[in-house]
């Protein structure tokens, strides 16, 4: 073949490819379970519950809160994302538990969420008690560790005060893990103005034991399940 020939078939193959009707690439739709891109990821499968920037909302935590990711290495996070959290609105994202995402889209959020919000000095020398508990807890002591540390704001029993709502109320214990319960107490919710482990009292941290204790006295508060009846 000529060089005019070579020529002519370079140009019915461009011609081809802009051809009426032929997408370009940019137009090309990725599917769903090759996208890879944090921003999608994360606005198509967090943000409903965590918040646009990651700050919270409709009672989830800030995923955003670096105190929060301090406590919460890359284990957790891909378990959470991947399994969900029983007893709670985290739904499983993981294919492997029955969710759309594969566990490079998991793998993506992860490291996109420590990447962007992340922060070596979010304790300031503090050492954060540990994100699991050692134990049960005991709820009698948790009275107790309740009254000192947290019904100054959510008020006796927990049934809401000046500055802070009920934190006894049914709806919201059936909804959310006890482990969620130990995050929370850990990390606080600074986007409502709750603080973490270190400000309830000032100059006095919980303990580890302080926060599952207070956590055990929690979960016994919750509304307890009808119990099932017989034939009328």
């Given at each position: 073949m000529g060089q005019a020939g070579a020529l002519a078939l370079t140009a019915l193959f461009c011609a081809c490819n802009g051809m009426p009707g032929k997408p370009r690439p940019a137009e090309i739709e990725v599917r769903p379970d090759r996208v890879k891109d944090f921003g999608t990821l994360y606005s198509e499968n967090c943000a409903g519950c965590h918040g646009a920037d990651g700050k919270g909302g409709?009672?989830?935590?800030?995923?955003?809160?670096?105190?929060?990711?301090?406590?919460?290495?890359?284990?957790?996070?891909?378990?959470?994302?991947?399994?969900?959290?029983?007893?709670?609105?985290?739904?499983?994202?993981?294919?492997?538990?029955?969710?759309?995402?594969?566990?490079?889209?998991?793998?993506?959020?992860?490291?996109?969420?420590?990447?962007?919000?992340?922060?070596?000095?979010?304790?300031?020398?503090?050492?954060?008690?540990?994100?699991?508990?050692?134990?049960?807890?005991?709820?009698?002591?948790?009275?107790?560790?309740?009254?000192?540390?947290?019904?100054?704001?959510?008020?006796?029993?927990?049934?809401?005060?000046?500055k802070a709502s009920a934190i006894t109320n049914g709806a919201y214990l059936s909804l959310i893990s006890r482990q969620g319960l130990r995050t929370t107490v850990i990390v606080g919710r600074p986007e409502l103005g709750a603080p973490d482990w270190r400000g309830n009292v000032p100059g006095r941290p919980m303990t580890s034991a302080e926060i599952g204790d207070v956590v055990a006295w929690l979960v016994v508060q919750r509304p307890h399940p009808p119990q099932p009846q017989g034939p009328r």
């Open positions: 409709a009672g989830a935590i800030g995923l955003a809160d670096p105190v929060y990711l301090a406590i919460a290495d890359d284990t957790v996070l891909t378990a959470v994302i991947r399994g969900g959290v029983a007893g709670s609105l985290m739904p499983a994202f993981g294919q492997s538990a029955g969710g759309l995402l594969t566990d490079d889209q998991v793998t993506a959020l992860v490291h996109g969420i420590r990447g962007r919000w992340a922060r070596p000095d979010a304790l300031g020398g503090a050492t954060a008690p540990p994100y699991a508990a050692p134990g049960p807890g005991d709820a009698a002591r948790g009275a107790q560790v309740f009254q000192t540390f947290c019904a100054g704001c959510h008020g006796q029993g927990g049934r809401g005060g000046p």
